[in-house]
């Protein structure tokens, strides 16, 4: 008998759970989807199954801050010649400060070029964070590295632990 009853007891109290977790439906009867257009930032993605962002991804770094890569265009700088400016946004969704973050690196074509950083204070092109970054801010930081932009396909971004892999010649987000 006391067996019966635990079972009983048990079977009762799935069901309740199973209850709690049931979605409750709008009046349509459909799931709904929130819209772009309520959201303040892009939602970090889920990395491939091999670990790497596709080019239009925000990703989340272990810091708990997002960074995304807004846009790449091509530029002229004394000196260099041709470069192709990254244009990454850091925005601290973590509770504390970020005070640094390295520089991203790029590597470019078939054989995995490496390129170098191209400093620029004229035209504004760092090699990294600006001071301190408090939770809940963002900062727009250009980073310039000297290839010209049609040779960004294939290229890879690492940021840390982040990578991105793809086709950066034309890339706008």
Do not use: H
Not at 101 to 127: H, I
């Amino acid at each position: 008998m006391k067996t019966r009853f635990a079972l009983s007891a048990t079977v009762a109290a799935a069901a309740l759970l199973l209850a709690g977790c049931q979605e409750e439906l709008p009046p349509g009867g459909q799931p709904v989807t929130p819209s772009s257009a309520t959201t303040s930032s892009a939602a970090p993605a889920t990395p491939n199954a091999d670990g790497v962002l596709n080019p239009g991804d925000t990703g989340k770094l272990e810091s708990g801050v997002e960074l995304s890569i807004l846009k790449v265009e091509g530029d002229q700088v004394e000196r260099e010649g041709a470069v192709s400016v990254f244009t990454f946004q850091l925005n601290n969704t973590s509770s504390k400060a970020l005070d640094r973050w390295s520089s991203p690196s790029l590597v470019y074509g078939e054989d995995g070029t490496a390129a170098e950083s191209v400093l620029s204070l004229d035209k504004n092109y760092k090699y990294g964070l600006e001071g301190k970054l408090p939770p809940g801010s963002k900062q727009t930081i250009k980073i310039a590295y000297a290839v010209p932009v049609d040779k960004l396909k294939p290229a890879v971004i690492t940021s840390e632990e982040l990578i991105w892999r793809g086709d950066f010649s034309n890339y706008k987000r």
